[in-house]
T-cell receptor, first 113, second 108 residues
Framework: DAGVIQSPRHEVTEMGQEVTLRCKPI?????LFWYRQTMMRGLELLIY????????DSGMPEDRFSAKMPNASFSTLKIQPSEPRDSAVYFC???????????FGSGTQLSVL | AQRVTQPEKLLSVFKGAPVELKCNYS??????LFWYVQYSRQRLQLLLR??SRESIKGFTADLNKGETSFHLKKPFAQEEDSAMYYC??????????FGIGTKLQVIP
């Protein structure tokens, strides 16, 4: 298994543009998580899914952020419109169940100019 | 609310010196504690978890419920230990909270 796959690895965009980050979890993992990593706040949980259903999105910073999981092998995190303060590394992670270890993707480095 | 505090953003030690990365947590129930590590150009990965009570790469961590701490320790630091270390708490319902992270720098 290639592990959790994220794309793109790097994204540079201009303020106001729509950004879509993609994630493919490990096959058989029922939970998928989106995290944001910044120097000031470390790793923050944005949202997580169980069996493709969003369970907790309380970490999503604003309505500009949205996440979907149309099937067990794909999820997207969308920012529309993007702002410079959204610049961060966004990680996707998955696991098999409650209190199991998380498997992280390589992350997407987002820069909003 | 659950919270994880890592008081040091950067910890520099000499090779061969003992290492202690501090982690304190706030949680009213019975938490599951983890240490994750991110080496340069690698993915964030699990280092160890308190329930396993194991030593990984010479690192150990003991859960102290009285002090609400889960400090990561290693008796003799090695250069390859240089990395970013995150303490994490799973309070249940898959809500895993991470600390801000501590960058460990082992000086040759």
């Amino acid at each position: 298994d290639a592990g959790v796959i994220q794309s793109p690895r790097h994204e540079v965009t201009e303020m106001g543009q729509e950004v879509t980050l993609r994630c493919k979890p490990i096959s058989g993992h029922d939970y998928l998580f989106w995290y944001r990593q910044t120097m000031m706040r470390g790793l923050e949980l944005l949202i997580y899914f169980n069996n493709n259903v969003p369970i907790d999105d309380s970490g999503m910073p604003e309505d500009r952020f949205s996440a979907k999981m149309p099937n067990a092998s794909f999820s997207t995190l969308k920012i529309q419109p993007s702002e410079p303060r959204d610049s961060a590394v966004y990680f996707c992670a998955s696991n098999r169940g409650w209190r199991e270890k998380l498997f992280f993707g390589s992350g997407t480095q987002l820069s909003v100019l | 609310a659950q919270r994880v505090t890592q008081p040091e953003k950067l910890l520099s030690v000499f090779k061969g010196a003992p290492v202690e990365l501090k982690c304190n947590y706030s949680y009213s129930g019975s938490p599951e504690l983890f240490w994750y590590v991110q080496y340069s150009r690698q993915r964030l990965q699990l280092l160890l978890r308190h329930i396993s009570r194991e030593s990984i790469k010479g690192f150990t961590a003991d859960l102290n419920k009285g002090e609400t701490s889960f400090h990561l320790k290693k008796p003799f630091a090695q250069e390859e230990d240089s990395a970013m270390y995150y303490c994490a708490l799973d309070g249940g319902y898959q809500k895993v909270t991470f600390g801000i992270g501590t960058k460990l720098q082992v000086i040759p």
